[in-house]
């Protein structure tokens, strides 16, 4: 700075001043770290004195200039000093606020100066990169919240939705939700507020992964068509116990053996939930056969016809199938998802080989030859002993 600056300036601030003007001098020429801490002293001691208005204001035309000719890293540093100061005139904080946001971030995200009518102007005439910052402010308002909002730059929404000072509005929450189905990141955060309603939830639950479905179910009144219109999904993100099945199997605890398909009570657990939340149906319990979770299929299929799972598992196991058509007719399975049960259980019926299909037209012809009440005749009769001829 000019000697001329300091001209007009009360006496007793010249001194401060051109100890500031000769420390900036010194950093600027040397990059000297004591002088880097002397004008964060001064600085600081300047906004701290016993001022009149117009005196301060002489004080932020110093500092305007001292930062217009500053290097990016020492403007930096007087924006991280002002920014936690009261009292350090608008002006000066909206000059650190419009600079480059390496600069303006420490008075974007702290400083107490900036209140709604500076923050709209900064959102309204700045870019992603300071918009994040002011998402991250404590205790925005209504006003600012949804002005962010509104830019739907994702970037910004995901950081609102982790901003956890604030309460988000309905409008803001109405804007993130639908950004949020385009973006797993942004959806997390926002499905973790509390001020999330059950409707928002439901809405995202048809768009997010394996983890953020488990956690809606767990935690939000789900809409049960929203849960069937997206059923292929639900064993993974639902049932703790099929995704396990396969290191469980390992340990003893899920059976599976020539003869024997049996799950663990903590798969029969979840079917019961299922069927508690009206979501046991024929798709699901494909779904979980599509993915090779057999003993899953074995506690799903048992709840959902009144059998035990020993049952369900020699059912399985009978060779030509003759029993899983009368299950399969007695419960309502349609002739095609039966076909899909037949060939999806193959594995278990054949031990890996490939399908045979005389044995296969057997059970079809079955299937087509009972009636579903005859069906259910011969399940509530005579079950047992049809496994005992079939089996084999």
Known sequence: MEHSTFQNIPKDMAPVLARLNAACALYRDSRDPLARVDIMVLVSDLMTLELTGQEREMVADVLIILTKQAAVDLRRAIAERLSALDGVPVRLVMQMANDEIAVARPVLRDSPVLGDVQLIDIISNKGPGHWETIASRRGLSEVIINRLADTRDYGTATVLAENITI???????????????????????????????????????????????????????????????????????????????????????????????????????????FRQKGLLTVQLMLSTLRRGQNPSFVAQMSTYCGLEPPVVSEVLHQKKARALA??????????????????????????????????????????????????RQIMAQSLDRLLAEGVG
Do not use: W
């Open 326 to 375: 009368i299950v399969c007719r007695a419960a309502g399975v349609g002739r095609t998802d039966f076909l899909s049960f037949y060939l999806l259980t193959n594995t278990v019926r054949s031990l890996g080989q490939l399908a045979n299909l005389q044995d296969m037209a057997t059970a079809v012809g079955v299937y087509d030859r009972t009636s579903s009440e005859l069906a």
């Open 167 to 273: 309460t988000l509005p309905a409008h803001a929450i109405s804007v993130l939700a639908e950004m949020a189905k385009g973006s797993e990141t942004l959806a997390q955060p926002l499905l973790r507020r509390s001020e999330i309603p059950d409707t928002v939830a439901s809405q995202l639950y048809r768009h997010v992964g394996a983890t953020l479905k488990k956690f809606i179910l767990r935690n939000y009144e789900v809409d049960t068509q929203d849960l069937l219109d997206t059923l292929d999904d639900v064993v993974l993100e639902f049932v703790d116990s099929a995704q396990e099945a396969e290191s469980r199997s390992a340990s003893g605890e899920a059976q599976t053996t020539e003869h024997r398909v049996l799950p663990t009570q903590a798969m029969i657990r979840a079917a019961s939930e």
